[in-house]
């Protein structure tokens, strides 16, 4: 007996049981995150897969044309009912029903159902009655709506061109209107050369876009003429004008192959297309973009800042109370929660330095704000304010990791403190570096709070970058992946059909959260290598 208890004291003294405990956290953890991205990708995966579409005969003699989205048992248990998305919001107020399978007489599959994704109210179900093109209305085929659909596609992307130019020569006048803002500032007389001048440029601006607008007018009156007519379950009728098609389908007929090519063309789409439909449609190219950008120039404020920060205290600073206390300030700043940077972004930031900016450079556009409201350039400070403490604290344990010996070492052939801090200190701390760095994107890509206070939108009018000079528009609204989800999982009138949308894009951000990582994850390796293995 007392072998046996001294056996358990030394079994607790050496600390076993706590390497269990800490491997069987670990493993909580992974499986938690293993099965929180079960989930998200069950449910965004099978989001654009072409489901067939059901022609359902209810006892009550209607029929229901729908997608199967899911069974469950009824209310009372006492049998199960399904739901179908149904579409055709336009006219029946709703996307969705639920039927019990007690109510269903029989069900098919129609080779004829069609599938629309139209620009507006959603999908529409139903077959197809009549084409009319160039003003002659004739009964069609899938085949020839698609080819009239084709038809109207190559107007619409001439109608795009003529969009560009639109917006490029909007672009343009209002460049004119502030250079003339800013001559009514200073009060320049009108027959002044460069009053004269600005004009003239004006006249022909202005005659330039009535010619575009003009133009514009009269191509979209000619495109919305074609027009196709369909039916629904119940027979009623449905004119459909063919520019707001997106694509027609019919799902029934296609094969395992056709879906897949289908399926792999609407992931394009996710990537490169411009959302619709209030976001609960489309692509996400632009939060996308929103994201990636905001990330990048987070990065270039916080990672120095946080690296001479950190460098400071750590090398140069005299161990005091002044210097305890600034690590403690750093260490609980980590634990703020980010709606509170949020509102210091927006009171110091927009609300004190970009309204001073306004004031100095641009008083001509007051009250209208150009810095003094929400940007790209203020969101991104207040979150690399939210991270730089992350960098901060794993850069100063990235150094003092590293062994006294090796400044010594340096010292002593002759190095300066400098020296030594930038050819000996920071390669070997490189790793632990880019770890703060890693963590400070990963948190910094699914913050939303301080977001909606900074400079985030549901819809921009216009990328942060584009071909105007001076190209990056730091002061523009952007989209962001996290806002996003807010939006359409919380703010859509219509939250059923908004959820598929909801679990593609959180797959999207987790997705590129995890490309990121790998990316400073792989450099952090190949610094690793280099500079703790190989050179010493």
Not at 12 to 23: D, I, N
Not at 71 to 93: C, H, V, W
Not at 311 to 316: A, I, M, Q, S, T
Not at 357 to 380: K, M, N, Q, V, Y
């Amino acid at each position: 007996m007392a072998m046996k208890t001294k056996m358990m004291d030394k079994y607790w003294r050496v600390g076993e049981p706590m390497v269990w405990f800490s491997a069987a956290a670990l493993a909580a953890t992974l499986l938690t995150a293993f099965v929180l991205l079960i989930v998200i990708m069950v449910n965004g995966l099978g989001v654009f897969w072409p489901s067939d579409l059901q022609q359902l005969k209810l006892k009550d003699g209607s029929l229901v044309i729908g997608e199967l989205i899911r069974t469950e048992p009824t209310a009372d248990k006492s049998g199960l009912r399904r739901q179908y998305k149904i579409a055709n919001r336009d006219l029946y107020g709703l996307d969705f029903r639920w039927i019990d399978e007690a109510q269903i007489v029989s069900e098919q599959t129609p080779q004829q159902l069609l599938v629309l994704e139209r620009i507006e109210h959603g999908d529409f179900f139903g077959e197809l009655k009549n084409i009319q093109v160039n003003g002659e209305l004739k009964p069609g085929s899938l085949a020839e709506l698609n080819a009239a659909v084709d038809n109207v596609g190559n107007e619409l992307q001439v109608l795009e061109e003529l969009e560009n130019k639109l917006n490029d020569a909007s672009y343009q006048m209002e460049r004119l209107r502030l250079k003339v803002l800013k001559l009514d500032y200073k009060k320049v007389p009108a027959d002044d050369q460069a009053r004269i001048k600005l004009n003239h440029e004006k006249t022909k601006l202005d005659s330039n876009f009535n010619h575009l607008v003009k133009v514009q007018t009269n191509r979209v009156t000619r495109v919305r003429q074609d027009k196709a007519i369909f039916a629904d379950a119940k027979g009623q009728e449905k004119e459909i004008v063919l520019a707001d098609i997106v694509q027609v389908y019919a799902p029934n007929q296609m094969t395992v192959i056709d879906k897949s090519i289908f399926y792999a063309k609407k992931l394009g789409e996710l990537f490169v297309g411009e959302p619709r439909e209030s976001n609960t449609e489309g692509g996400l190219f632009p939060a996308i973009f929103g994201t990636v950008m905001l990330i990048f120039v987070m990065s270039l404020f916080s990672f120095p800042l946080g690296v001479i920060a950190a460098v400071y205290l750590r090398e140069y600073a005299n161990e005091g109370l002044l210097v305890r206390i600034v690590r403690i300030a750093v260490n609980n700043l980590a634990g703020i929660p980010s709606i509170v940077y949020g509102i210091f972004g927006l009171s110091f930031f927009i609300y004190g330095i970009g309204h001073g900016i306004d004031s100095f450079f641009f008083p001509e556009r007051l009250p209208t704000p150009t810095f003094g409201t929400g940007g790209l350039l203020w969101a991104s400070l207040t979150l690399a304010l939210l991270t730089v403490p992350v960098v901060i604290v794993s850069t100063e344990e990235a150094l003092g990791a590293i062994p006294r010996e090796m400044r010594e070492g340096s010292y002593a052939l002759g190095s300066t403190k400098f020296q030594t801090l930038v050819r000996i200190l920071l390669p070997m701390a490189s790793p632990g570096i880019m770890t703060g760095l890693i963590l400070a994107m990963a948190r910094a890509a699914g913050e939303v709070a301080p977001l909606m206070l900074t400079g985030v939108v549901k819809l921009a009018p216009a990328l942060p970058i584009d071909g105007n000079f001076p190209f990056f528009h730091l002061d523009r609204k952007f989209m962001h992946l996290g806002f996003h989800i807010y939006d359409i999982g919380f703010q859509s009138p219509n939250v059923e059909a908004a959820k598929p949308m909801v679990f593609v894009t959180t797959l999207l951000l987790v997705l590129i959260v995890l490309i990121m990582s790998s990316v400073a994850i792989y450099l952090r390796n190949k610094m690793k290598k280099r500079y703790t293995f190989g050179t010493f």
